[in-house]
Structures are given as structure tokens and as C-alpha cells.
């Protein structure tokens, strides 16, 4: 796999931006398991635009699953290669692809740890389309601009 094939549907080790009190537009101090949402090979550098990773189900102040966020279970978690998380489609980052980003670029892999299916994807990007149609102010956009 070349560094500029990471492909959307991909779940890839990074280094995600945490929010305050870090800055928002530079990596996040440790290595952070992200959803590629899509990619945008144009520029001269690619950039991916990752969605939030969490381990475990949802922690919120509800025990609702808010709008954009889809849980994986043990089974579908272990599909994929990794333990139970949860997808935060509300929180993105949009980062080139370089290895301050992406910590294993030299690696074979380039840090990726499952890929989503077909049926997967569709699903979140259907979850991730109507969450920009009913409420795109809750949508938060990291990394550098």
C-alpha cells in the first residue's frame, strides 16, 4: 500500500488532534486509532479527513447515542480488528498525510487496522450525510487550515 493510497473506509493509527486545552491544528500527543472519512489526493501533499475514534460504547452525558455516533460491539468491533469503540462522526480532523500525522507511514501497513466493508462504509456515510443535512453546527473541524 503507498502512502498516497490510504483510502476512505479505513480505520489507521494517528495522530488525531485533541481538542482544548491542546491546540486543535497540531497533532495530538498520542497515537490515536481515526476513521478515514474521505480523502483528497489533489494537492501536492493528500489530505484525509478522519473521523473520532473512541474505545468503548458512548460515555456521554445522556445514555442516548447522540446524532453521528455509532458504537461497534465486541463482533462487529472485532470485524474490523479492534476491541468494542465507538465512530464520532461530529468531530473530524483534516490532516495532510505525512508522517507527523501519521506515525507509521514507513511501516508496511501505514498504520491502518481494518477496513471498513462496503455495507459499513454506506452506513456511515449515510449517517454522516444526514448529520450534515439535520445538524451540521455540531460538527467540529480540526488540524491545520
Request: proline content about 12%; overall charge positive; aromatic content about 8%.
Amino acid at each position: 500500500m503507498a502512502a498516497s493510497a490510504i483510502p476512505a473506509g479505513c480505520f489507521v493509527w494517528t495522530m488525531f488532534p485533541f481538542g482544548p486545552p491542546d491546540p486543535p491544528d497540531q497533532p495530538g500527543p498520542t497515537r490515536h486509532i481515526a476513521y478515514v472519512l474521505a480523502t483528497d489526493s489533489a494537492p501536492r501533499v493528500p489530505v484525509l479527513l478522519l473521523a473520532y475514534t473512541s474505545s468503548g460504547p458512548w460515555r456521554g452525558a445522556s445514555a442516548q447515542v447522540p446524532q453521528g455516533v455509532m458504537q461497534f460491539d465486541a463482533a462487529a468491533a472485532g470485524a474490523l480488528g479492534q476491541r468494542p469503540f465507538h465512530l464520532d462522526l461530529r468531530c473530524l480532523a483534516q490532516v495532510p498525510l505525512t508522517s507527523r500525522w501519521f506515525p507509521d507511514m514507513k511501516q508496511p501497513s501505514l498504520g491502518v487496522v481494518g477496513t471498513a466493508g462496503a455495507r459499513l462504509r454506506a452506513r456511515i456515510d449515510v449517517a454522516f450525510g444526514d448529520l450534515v443535512a439535520r445538524n451540521r453546527d455540531v460538527i467540529e473541524i480540526r488540524g491545520p487550515r
